[in-house]
């Protein structure tokens, strides 16, 4: 559990008690008090060492965000390494480091910066969506792209796209500009329609 905003917790509660799911947040999140009792609560920190859910080793890595204790993580199972990066507002050394060698990355483009600054948000919601605690822009994410060895790259997923403020085809052309040796190789998400499975071999 990454964060207590309401697009990321609110079916936690409910598919932890009907399933008698455990749950491993920090205890920032925890004390948003969002997630109501929980049959198995599991703390975590930013900054701790790597952890073990069954096969999968996990480790959580700090991210800016406007959330108590944000958190986002990489997964590694069977020499193979999983990362995810979205709600953040600023790539940092921390995150290039955290996200190295991955063999398949699920990477934020929120949105372009030209169609949030002429969208319909207002611009107090721009300046949040925007600014160093919110999300990471197309050229945000293409910009750590290009700071990562992308050679073990097999899958990137561009996620979390705003259906206001951004476009699938802008999302995919920054990206490819930063980095066309991977173009064959991105995935575009949209909420309404989600992909196939991924292979990492």
Request: proline share 7%.
């Amino acid at each position: 559990m990454t964060h207590e905003h309401q697009d990321h917790i609110r079916g936690v509660g409910p598919l932890a008690r009907r399933y008698r799911i455990p749950v491993w947040t920090t205890r920032g999140t925890c004390r948003s008090g969002r997630l109501g009792k929980l049959p198995e609560l599991n703390l975590i920190q930013p900054h701790q060492p790597e952890f073990d859910i069954g096969t999968l080793r996990v480790r959580p890595y700090a991210v800016p965000h406007d959330a108590r204790e944000p958190v986002q993580f990489t997964f590694r199972g069977s020499d193979r390494h999983l990362g995810v990066l979205t709600d953040t507002g600023l790539i940092t050394p921390h995150i290039v480091e955290s996200l190295g060698r991955c063999d398949a990355l699920l990477l934020e483009c929120n949105h372009d910066t030209l169609m949030l600054a002429e969208g319909p948000y207002p611009p107090a919601l721009q300046r949040r969506v925007g600014g160093e605690l919110g999300h990471l822009s197309n050229r945000q994410a293409a910009s750590l792209l290009e700071q990562l060895d992308r050679e073990c790259i097999q899958h990137l997923v561009a996620a979390h796209l705003s259906e206001k403020n951004n476009h699938p085809d802008l999302a995919r052309t920054t990206l490819c500009h930063a980095a066309p040796d991977i173009a064959s190789r991105i995935a575009v998400t949209a909420q309404d329609d989600p992909t196939g499975w991924f292979c990492i071999e």
